[in-house]
Every structure is written in structure tokens, then in C-alpha cells.
């Protein structure tokens, strides 16, 4: 079992940053691939980004690519989503997810865990 508790949303105008942190319960963190989803209003939840089980490997929707930054920190059951040069169109709830797929994934399906979301808002 693990428990993932997001923190760190707010409200950002655009151009501006923000840094998502997912802490993890559990000793079985380093087992899992990590991923961030994003919900907005009246769409469905969509894959953000996703980092294998070591932290070496890393993927983004194009959307994000060049802005956003996923990392881990095995040692402390963290994973983290860095977001910069925000746009209105990033507003959304942001949902930490585990996988046992150890590249990871993008398909939500595929996640075993998942948070409760933090909200992010970018004004313009």
C-alpha cells in the first residue's frame, strides 16, 4: 500500500513558477514508477509527466516538455514536479500517481495509487 499527499498548488500568474512536491508512505517507494496527471474543468484527466523507478528516464506530454521538470528523491519518498513559464492553460487539479510499471506510464489506467490533487491556477 502506498499513500501519496500532494502539496505545493496555488495560484501563479502567467510566466510564473510553481513546485509540486508528492510525498510517499511506505518502504516500497523505489519500487514504483511515478507520474503526474492534471484534471481541469469539464475534461478528463490527462498524463503530464512520468519518471522510471531510479529516476533516470523521464517523459512529458508535448504540451510541457521544455517547461515542467519531474525528479525523485528515493531516499526521502518524494517526487517532485517542477513548473515553469506557467500558462492559463496549465490551470488544473495536479494528481501525484504510483505504478508499478517500472518505466512508468502514461496511461492512467496503468497507475495503482494516487493522491487526493492539488489545485493550480495561472491567471493571465
Known amino acids: 500500500q502506498v499513500q501519496l499527499v500532494e502539496s505545493g498548488g496555488g495560484l501563479v500568474q502567467a510566466g510564473g513558477s510553481l513546485r509540486l512536491s508528492c510525498a510517499a508512505s511506505?518502504?516500497?517507494?523505489?519500487?514504483?514508477?511515478m507520474g503526474w496527471f492534471r484534471q481541469a474543468p469539464g475534461k478528463e484527466r490527462e498524463f503530464v509527466a512520468t519518471i522510471t523507478l531510479s529516476g533516470r528516464g523521464t517523459e512529458y506530454t508535448d504540451s510541457v516538455r521544455g517547461r515542467f521538470t519531474i525528479s525523485r528523491d528515493n531516499a526521502k519518498n518524494t517526487v517532485t514536479l517542477q513548473m515553469n513559464s506557467l500558462k492559463p492553460e496549465d490551470t488544473a487539479v495536479y494528481y501525484c500517481a504510483a505504478t508499478r510499471k517500472m518505466w512508468g506510464s502514461r496511461t492512467a489506467g496503468e497507475y495503482d495509487y494516487w493522491g487526493q490533487g492539488t489545485q493550480v491556477t495561472v491567471s493571465s
Open positions: 511506505g518502504r516500497t517507494f523505489s519500487s514504483y514508477g
